[in-house]
């Protein structure tokens, strides 16, 4: 995220658009250290953000046109009408800073069009929330051409919005508020349910580890039903507890509101994933506020056997990392994001980063799976201007 990817975004606005662009915003793509599935749960979760961003050269337009532009995608300029916009009308990319453009006129804010162009290094599809970086680059930017002096939470809302109502996909809001809220050198704790967040210290670095994210490079094409089949299995079990959500079942009630679930074998094992994963959320925290960092590997490692055997969203790529991982000697593991392939993330010392990465992709040879994408994540800033 560099003045010299903004230098190249900007030229090419210029190539497309005619005339430099009013400004250069980024966002990043996020990974989620702890707290999975808990987001629609309005429960915890701790995402940090990556070096990877998206970019977007934006001018401000008052003719009522929206003209978009991606480097990452086949095909020319989109030119859309802001009035003309319509719910689940596009099934292509332009729905996602459409949506977000949709979502700021439906909350009442003038936004009267723009010309757009942007570039990406988040992968897309990997569960690394390229979806979100796109939405919040394009919020982050009409907020500030529009002077709608929204903060970064009210912008995360709307992306949202945009991504549930016009897109269509029923996401949670945990990855556009990473994207618009998080800082260099720190996770984001954030309660889903009001948004209140803290950041907490998490510089790996300092302290001789890192994290690894090994993207698969699968996704198992069943993984939008299944999100939908467990959003609703969580929904269930929210109401036969009589609860609002998920996260109003406390840590210690747990046994009890099991028992009340009875024969409900399905709804039992997404209750006791959600109620015990806000729980981790909670232990990670106070782990690393007191100092005590290397100890949250065998909480993120309890998490992913909780996604594995209760959520029952891993697959055999993801198990694979994990197991490998750990038998190479890594300090925790597990799955991140929607599940069902996507990306694994793995704690490890600094002297076993090349053992365990030398490992997974071995382990991934030896079963004749496609060669996993490794690299280091390092918490980095959320969405800023550049220029
Ligand atoms: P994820 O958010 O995990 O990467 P999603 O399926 O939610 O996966 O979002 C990926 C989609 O977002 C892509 O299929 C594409 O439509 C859109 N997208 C992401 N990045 C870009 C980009 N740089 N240019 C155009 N579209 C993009
Ligand atoms: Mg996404």
Redesign the pocket.
Same mark, same amino acid.
């Given at each position: 995220m560099s003045e010299a990817a903004a230098e190249v975004v900007a030229g090419r606005f210029e190539e497309l658009y005619g005339a430099a662009p009013q400004g250069v915003w980024a966002a990043p @793509?996020r990974v989620n250290l702890i707290g999975e599935h808990t987001d629609y749960n309005d429960g915890f979760v701790m995402p940090f953000a990556l070096p990877h961003t #998206?970019v977007a050269a934006v001018s401000r337009r008052t003719d009522g046109v929206l003209r978009l532009h =991606? =480097?990452?995608?086949e095909g020319g300029v989109a030119d859309l009408r802001v009035d003309a916009l319509e719910p689940e009308s596009d099934g #292509?990319?332009t729905?996602?800073p459409a949506g977000v453009v949709w979502a700021l006129v439906q909350a009442g804010h003038p936004v009267t069009g723009a010309d757009v162009h942007?570039? =990406?290094t988040?992968?897309?599809?990997?569960?690394? =929330?390229?979806?979100?970086?796109?939405e919040v680059v394009v919020a982050l930017a009409l907020n500030d051409l529009y002077g709608l002096g929204l903060k970064g939470w009210q912008l995360a809302r709307l992306c949202q919005r945009g991504e549930n109502v016009y897109v269509g996909?029923p996401?949670g809001i945990m990855?556009q508020t990473a994207s618009a809220c998080c800082t260099a050198g720190h996770a984001l704790f954030l309660d889903t349910r009001d948004l209140s967040q803290r950041q907490i210290p998490f510089d790996l670095a300092a302290e001789g580890m890192r994290l690894l994210v090994v993207d698969t490079q699968v996704k198992h094409e069943h993984s939008t039903g299944e999100y939908g089949r467990r959003r609703a299995g969580c929904e269930k079990g929210a109401a036969l507890l009589g609860v609002d959500a998920l996260r109003d079942v406390p840590y210690d009630g747990l046994d009890a509101a099991l028992d009340r679930l009875g024969d409900e074998e399905e709804v039992r094992r997404l209750v006791r994933h959600v109620v015990t994963e806000d729980e981790r959320v909670e232990r990670v925290v106070s782990l690393l506020e007191s100092g005590r960092t290397r100890e949250i590997g065998p909480v993120l490692t309890e998490g992913h056997a909780s996604l594995r055997d209760d959520f029952r969203i891993s697959c055999a790529e993801l198990d694979l990392v994990v197991d490998t991982a750990l038998s190479a000697g890594a300090l925790g593991a597990r799955m991140t @994001?929607?599940g069902f392939g @996507?990306s694994a993330i793995v704690l490890v010392e600094v002297p076993d980063v090349d053992t365990v990465t030398k490992a997974v992709k071995e382990a991934f040879a030896a079963a004749d799976f496609r060669a996993p994408r490794v690299f280091e994540a390092v918490p980095s800033a959320g969405a800023l201007r550049l220029r």
């Open positions: @793509g #998206t =991606s =480097s990452d995608i #292509t990319w729905a996602y942007l570039a =990406s988040v992968p897309a599809g990997a569960g690394l =929330s390229s979806s979100a970086a796109l996909a996401v990855d @994001g929607g @996507g």
